[in-house]
C-alpha cells in the first residue's frame, strides 16, 4: 500500500487497522525493552532512539542502541536492531521479504544475513557486521530480528542525492560500482565449500567477535557434482534449482494481494531447458531457455544486495589532501556504507537489475536519474548471453502480469501515474526505462510532487473503501471526504 505523507491521512489509515501509531510504538517499545537483555549478554543500552521509518503502519521497526561500553569484545557500542512484530505484506510494494524462511525455526533474515557475511569478507569498508540474528518469544509470538553494526556520522544518499551536481552523481555512482565489481569478483558460487562456512556462521551470540568468519574458498575447488546428485528435471546443478525458486519466489511476492495467484508459471523440460509462463489469460507468451542457456545463467551467480536505492546507500564528506605542498585541502562526498541487505541473495545480476526494472516508479523507487545511471554503469555486469537478457525479460514479465487481476491496488496506480508523469517507455531489453521521443529533456517532478500524488491515491483509495459502509456504521471513516453517511 502506498503510504501518505499526509498525517490525517496516516492516522485513518491506522484506525481501519483499528489501532494508533502511537500506541504501536509503546507496545514495541516495551517489547524491545525485554528483548534487549536476552539477545544482548544482559548488556543495557544507555540509549534507544527510534530509526524513522518508511512506513509506520507496517509492523516492523528498526531501533539504534547506544552502549556506554561493548556487550561483548568486538562488539560495537553503537548497534542496529531490526524488529518484525508482526508478519510482511503482500502487496506489490518495496517492503515485501523477498528471501522469507522457507525453514519455520530460522529468522526470515538469517538467509541474507549470511550473504551479508559473505559481502563484508569481500568489501568490508562498505558492510556493517552482522551481530545476531534469530526468533525471539515473546508473549506476543515469535518475532524476528536482526542486529547489525551502526555506522555512526554517515547520511543516507537519498537525503541529498537530488541536489547535488551531476558531476558529484557521477562519482558517487561509480564508487558504487566499483564496490559491485569487487563483490562480484573472483567468486564462483555453488561450492559445497562455501555452502558449508555460509551455514557455520554463528549467529547466535556466541562467536568470537573479535575475529572475523572464515569465508575463503580456495579457487581452484571443484565445483558441484552434475547429474547424478541433481538429476533432471531439476536441473544440471543446484545453481539452476537456486535461480528457479528464486523465479518462483518473486512471482509469489510480486502479487497485489494475497488472494492473486502467483504472476509466473516455471516448468523444466526434460531436456534441462526451462520455460516462465505468465498468469495473464493468455496475453503475453512464455520464455523459453534452453539447456545450454539456462545452465550458462545458472553458472554466473553473484552476490547480490537486490536493493540498492540512495535510500541504502551511507555518505559522507572526507577531507582529501591538498594537490600540491601549501595547497589547500579538499572536501568530497565518500561512499561509506552499503545497508539493508535483508533482500540480498545469490542470483545473477541480471535478476537484480531487472527488478531495479520491475519495480522503478514504485514508493520510494521513484528518482529517475539515479535509476538511469545505475543501468548505464552497470550494463558491462550483465554477460552477453541470450539467457541472461532472457532473465530481464523474466523479471518485468513477472511484475506486468502481476498486475493482471486488478490494476486498482494503490502500489500498481502509483506505479503507473509515476511512469506516465515521467514520459518513459521500455526500450530495449538491456536498456531498460528510457524518455520517450520527443520527451528526452524532460525534468522530473520533484519528491514533493511526488509525495502530493500518493497523498492524492491514497484519498481516493479510503474514499471508495468509505463508499461502501453503512451511512449508520460507527467505522472511523465516517466523516472522511467521500463517506456517504
Excluded at 22 to 47: C, F, H
Excluded at 80 to 100: E, Q, W, Y
Aim: aromatic share 8%; hydrophobic share 40%.
Amino acid at each position: 500500500m502506498v503510504v501518505p505523507t499526509d498525517p490525517g491521512l496516516m492516522r485513518t489509515l491506522a484506525l481501519m487497522g483499528g489501532y494508533t501509531i502511537q500506541q504501536r510504538e509503546v507496545e514495541y517499545r516495551k517489547t524491545l525493552d525485554s528483548m534487549i537483555p536476552d539477545i544482548l549478554w544482559g548488556a543495557k543500552p544507555a540509549n534507544v532512539d527510534l530509526v524513522p521509518s518508511l512506513n509506520p503502519n507496517l509492523p516492523r521497526r528498526v531501533y539504534k542502541l547506544q552502549f556506554d561500553a561493548a556487550p561483548k569484545p568486538g562488539v560495537s557500542r553503537q548497534l542496529l536492531i531490526d524488529v518484525k512484530f508482526g508478519p510482511g505484506p503482500i502487496d506489490g510494494s518495496i517492503f515485501v521479504n523477498t528471501c522469507a524462511s522457507v525453514d519455520s525455526n530460522l529468522s526470515t533474515f538469517d538467509h541474507a544475513a549470511r550473504i551479508q557475511e559473505l559481502a563484508r569478507s569481500r568489501i568490508p569498508q562498505w558492510v556493517p557486521r552482522v551481530i545476531r540474528v534469530g526468533v525471539f518469544d515473546s508473549p506476543e509470538g515469535d518475532l524476528d530480528y536482526i542486529v547489525t553494526e551502526h555506522m555512526p556520522n554517515t547520511v543516507a544518499l537519498d537525503k541529498v542525492w537530488a541536489s547535488l551536481p551531476p558531476e558529484t552523481q557521477s562519482k558517487l555512482m561509480d564508487q558504487l560500482v566499483a564496490a559491485i565489481e569487487l563483490l562480484h569478483s573472483g567468486l564462483v558460487i555453488g561450492r559445497v565449500a562455501l555452502d558449508a562456512k555460509l551455514e557455520a556462521i554463528d549467529f547466535s551470540g556466541g562467536a568470537d567477535y573479535t575475529v572475523n568468519p572464515d569465508l575463503a574458498v580456495p579457487t581452484t575447488q571443484v565445483d558441484y557434482p552434475s547429474d547424478d546428485l541433481f538429476p533432471r528435471p531439476l536441473g544440471h546443478c543446484p545453481q539452476l534449482v537456486l535461480i528457479r525458486a528464486l523465479f518462483a519466489k518473486y512471482a509469489n511476492d510480486a502479487r497485489a494481494a494475497r488472494h492473486h495467484p502467483p504472476a509466473g508459471d516455471f516448468k523444466d523440460g526434460a531436456d534441462g531447458s526451462f520455460s516462465s509462463g505468465f498468469t495473464t489469460n493468455g496475453i503475453m507468451g512464455s520464455v523459453e531457455f534452453t539447456a545450454e542457456e539456462f545452465h550458462e545463467v545458472a553458472h554466473s551467480m553473484a552476490v547480490c544486495h537486490m536493493d540498492l536505492e540512495p535510500r541504502n546507500i551511507l555518505i559522507k564528506t572526507v577531507e582529501l589532501p591538498a594537490n600540491s605542498p601549501g595547497g589547500k585541502t579538499r572536501k568530497e562526498l565518500k561512499l561509506v556504507g552499503i545497508v539493508s541487505w535483508q533482500k540480498a541473495t545469490l542470483a545473477p545480476f541480471a535478476m537484480e537489475r531487472g527488478l531495479k526494472d520491475a519495480l522503478l516508479g514504485c514508493q520510494f523507487n521513484h528518482d529517475y536519474s539515479w535509476y538511469r545511471l545505475f543501468v548505464d554503469r552497470t550494463q558491462h555486469l550483465i554477460p552477453p548471453s541470450d539467457g541472461h537478457a532472457m532473465i530481464l525479460i523474466v523479471m518485468m514479465a513477472i511484475r506486468i502480469a502481476s498486475r493482471a487481476p486488478d490494476c486498482s491496488h494503490t502500489n500498481m496506480v502509483h506505479q503507473e501515474e509515476w511512469i506516465r508523469k515521467e514520459k518513459l517507455k521500455l526500450a530495449l531489453v538491456r536498456s531498460g526505462w528510457v524518455r520517450k521521443p520527443g520527451h528526452e529533456n524532460h525534468k522530473s517532478g520533484s519528491d514533493r510532487e511526488y509525495r502530493e500524488m500518493g497523498n492524492a491515491i491514497m484519498r481516493r483509495f479510503v474514499a471508495e473503501m468509505a463508499e461502501s459502509i453503512p451511512a449508520h456504521s460507527h467505522n472511523p471513516l465516517a466523516g472522511f471526504p467521500g463517506y456517504p453517511g
